[in-house]
């Protein structure tokens, strides 16, 4: 037969298929749906089946271990509450040049602001924020929150002077509530008095107050002032505005606006209490004025300090980047990012003595489990299996077992001292310092990290055939070639392991560096617990932890490119 | 080196043979002293913690049990006792049922993200406790968990479920699927089939995760100390406090109780790790 005969063949049953194909349509499966459709959909139904095991892990870790820490990164840059305390001074000072004090605007709105503030209990809290930044904000936020009461108190008895109706918390009420809102108190309080009466229990709110419609065009800062007023009392004092005399500074918010609304606008007012307000329109001019910035400056030296200011403007943002800097050792000022004072750089020396002890204890591991780790590969089983009990149950053992343990042994009356003084190497006068220092951490830490680099060691020279050692031995080299040139690097992935592993965990480590480490054995988690607790500097904490999340996930994507995540072993 | 010298060897490969023994003895001295000075250091009859004379001649009445009796009559260690029994089974318990459904579930042979998920799971074992601690204080705080028993359970669950996914992994590794097929052909539900094939062939590797978990929460210090409050004083965190502020020789006693707890945690864990290699047809090794 020629090629072309078997080539025509080849083609005419090639058409034979495809025309029982077209006939037939695509493979079938049983249940007479197309294969392909069929395979797929058992793959959806498999992968499904798998998500719907493992989401309950996942959602459960996602709320317990992975929102925390992204509420963590969220805090280091978060700086919300510059701006939530004193909303209306941050506006004022959006185009404050940085050269005179702010403007008499700028304190009205201080003002109105810090009376809020201290009423609501958080100037204080802004106060210590702040206080990371300069110090000595977070007294004057203190004692101002205390005299800031008797601001505008002049101008208050002036009004009531002037007419006795502007005591009256009803008088106000019905200037500045909208109509709706002062029937539905109405009706909330008649409520509140039938419960009383029949000695019912009433626990509902009254209405959240509203400002009535046209106020704020005539008496825009008084409207803003008293709003304020309003809403705080009933949030955090559960009183009335009908049953409360506005606040000095509201009196003050009045004042200013007769002066500076055009006499124009007062005139056209014709909403409730209008004779009122004309009435006093017309003679406000002639008060008693209070100097504003002179008034804060009284109440603290602090107001009259430039800086201060700067501080408040340069932390109005809702997001800083304060904290990270001051992680590192650097300061935002208005003049952009400088370097902390000598006396105050902490945190680099921090990071750079945790790094250098990590990398220490690690050298320190490396050179004590390598022998080991060498000895427990070349025993039989029986024996190794044995020993490696050794390196196990101090793996096991409690970590704060562990460094009671060194306490114990390394203090200056302890059983270290005790057995060096008994064999006459060190004089009973002049024990070792091996506690409350460097030298205690380092030990201490190589002791209990130790079994961290055995393990993988061990677990990578166990796959190392003798026979090549052997090999280069027969073929002429000495001991101390065949180890080097052939052994060891075939141990060095463990090396890698074993290394990355113990400086992961070395510097994260807290508890041991806290417990015998003094003063100058710490590690930079000690400072952040530091701020946790202590200090209460949590921004900072946060940005701290950040930079050291960031680190040690670094160095895990490292350890996942080298060894495999998977290849984790316990024991 | 082999593990034997050989009867020609020459004195330099003696020297080397001996000395490097005698160099690994001294490390695995260092490994042990420290746990194994505690023991006898906590029958100190009196309030040192170091050898008396009285203790290095044996003399009977230089050691007793003192500071045993204080562990467990003192009420600030009891209630310390009682807190890390009702925390750490809590936390093992949540830590072993998600996780070894999870670590099912990524067994499997189609997981999408397998890698990211995985990543995830492990992630607590990863990120330093500190930091752990720090963000769960934050967020504690925020939803009102801090300083509460559910609070402490949640983080320590979270904190050993790594250890289990490991383990359960590791065991479902050398698992044959063929069997549950078997199972399913012979009409077995689902259901059965897990409870009746897979669980009973995981088993010891679910027991050792769960043992792993259980140590983990057992001896925590640093998360509890920032998650929990007064409350929630464990064992570990009494432990701190007394060697941070007026260290009591009740600790060593404490600490040889916990050394004595790990030996018995360590030898289950082995006989398990064997019975499972046993199970699935691998040499013990």
Redesign the interface.
Known sequence: MTDAATGNIGRAAADARRAEAEQTGPVMAADGRPLKQSLNRALRAQKLRALALIAPLLLFLLVTFVAPIFDMLFRSVENQITSETLPRTVVALEDWDAQDLPSQDTFAALAYDFMEAAERRIHTRLGSRLNYETTGISSTFRRSGRGIDDLGETQAEQFIDLNPQWEDPAAWVALMAAPDWIAAQADWAARADAADAADRPFDEAEPAFRLAGGIAATLPETADAYRSFATTIQQEDEDSPTAEEPWNTVYLALYRDLLRQPAATIAAYDGPQAALVQEAAGVAAGFEATDLPAFFIDMDDGWGDLKTWETIQTFSDPYTAGYFLAALDLQLTPQGIEMQPEEQQIYLMLFWRTIVLSLTIMGLCVLLGYPIAYLLSNLPMRTSNLLLILVLLPFWTSLLVRTSAWKVLLQQQGVINDTLVWLGLVADDARLALINNQVGTVIAMTHILLPFMILPLYSVMKTIPPSYVRAAKSLGATNSTAFWRVYFPQSVPGIGAGCILVFILSIGYYITPELVGGRTGIFISNRIAFHISDSLNWGLAAALGSILLILVLALYWLYDRLVGIDNVKLG | ???KLPPYATTGQRI?FYG??V??GL??F???A??L??IP?SFNAED????TPGMLAFEPEAYSLKHYVDFFTNPDWQQALRNSVLIAPMATL?AVS??T??A???S?????FKGT????????M???????????????S?VGLQGTYWGVV??H??LG?P?VI??VT?TLVGFDRSLTRAAASLGANPVTTFFRIQMPLILPGVI?GGL?AF?TS??E??VVI?VGSAGQQTL?WQ??TG??EQ?SPT??AV?TI??VI??L??SV??IL?RRSERLRGMSP?
């Not at chain 2, 040192?48 to 050898?51: D, G, R």
């Not at chain 2, 499997?108 to 999408?112: F, K």
């Open positions: 080196m082999d593990h080397w490097f023994r160099l690994c490390i695995f260092f490994l042990m420290p746990i000075t505690i250091l040192f913690f170091t050898f949540l998600l996780g459904l999870a099912i579930g990524l499997q042979s189609h997981v999408p998920i995985m990543a995830i799971m492990i992630s607590p990863i990120v330093p406790l500190i930091i752990s601690a720090a963000g769960m204080y934050f967020f504690y925020r949640l983080a669950a979270a479920i250890f490991i383990t590791a050792s792993f140590i057992f001896d210090v640093v920032f570990p432990m701190f060697l941070r260290i600790i060593l600490a916990l050394v790990s030996i945690l360590l864990v082995e790790r090794g």
